[in-house]
């Protein structure tokens, strides 16, 4: 490791970013974009990083959610069958993650992502307030629930995001709400890969339980933060975490990968990803109007 585990410094700085990703986390999603870079930092191996990143992340979400519970933002009515086939659909995909490529995908969901992003931009106005359904609870739950757990069990990146877009979209929660629903599918699914890399001995449990401190805290005080404030603090947090999370796949799946070298050289693959990004935008803005 970089830094030596003895050293008198180290398990503040990992409490503390603990704390910083909870809190975030708690809020809008996207605490691993602060505790993947730190613990790939202490030179710890990829694949311990990413099972001692689940295992501490587990705490601050389990608290988030809690929270929200009791403040009666989560009903029982639905989450069950989302929370079975997700769980399972985590399990498919962390075990599918060990003899599928994800090339093609890692490159398809900055993309997606970006989708997110604008139609968020353009609909100020998103997640408001509670609107009336698009889909009924049960075939929403058999889509996006194993979907959705099967991309976190797979790869994951995003996945918070997408949750909480498809909840305000589809069955017209408030982002509040979404939120909150989101912290609970998160966990679920957490669960699910903490026990896979757990079997595969992927953990640093001392480091985890030390970060998983921090999360604790954080995550307490993200849900209160969000149940305060609502819309004022989730949405420019939601924001800023989208954009994030796709500079950083683009970066780690275009750049690093030397991929925009190959798309710059290549006129027919540069026309197709312009169209590519103006169908986006055009969609983007197609369903702002659509919804205004």
Known sequence: ?????????????????????????????????????????????????????????????????????????????????????????????????????????????????????????????????????????????????????FYDGFLGPGTGSFWVFALIYFLGHSLLKATAYTKIFNLNTNIAAMICFAIGNNIDYKIGFCMAAGQILGGHLGAHLAIKKGLQIIRPIFITVVSLTIATLIYKNYIQTGTWKIIYRDPFKILIGILFLLSILGLSYFLHRKNK
């Open 1 to 149: 490791m970089i830094i030596e585990l003895t050293s008198q410094y180290l398990f503040p700085l990992l409490f503390l970013t603990g704390f910083a990703a909870g809190t975030v986390d708690a809020i809008a999603g996207g605490g691993g974009l602060i505790t993947v870079p730190a613990l790939l930092g202490l030179g710890i191996p990829p694949h311990i990083a990413l099972g001692t990143n689940k295992l501490q992340s587990l705490f601050g979400t389990a608290v988030a959610t809690y929270r929200y519970h009791k403040q009666g933002w989560l009903q029982r009515e639905g989450l069950v069958l989302g929370l079975v086939l997700s769980f399972i659909g985590a399990v498919l995909g962390s075990i599918s993650s060990q003899f599928i490529q994800s090339d093609i995908l890692k490159k398809v969901i900055p993309l997606l992502l970006l989708f997110v992003l604008l139609y968020t931009i353009f609909t100020p106005k998103l997640g408001m307030n509670a609107e009336k359904p698009k889909m009924k609870e049960v075939p929403f739950y058999f889509i996006f629930g194993t979907l959705l757990g």
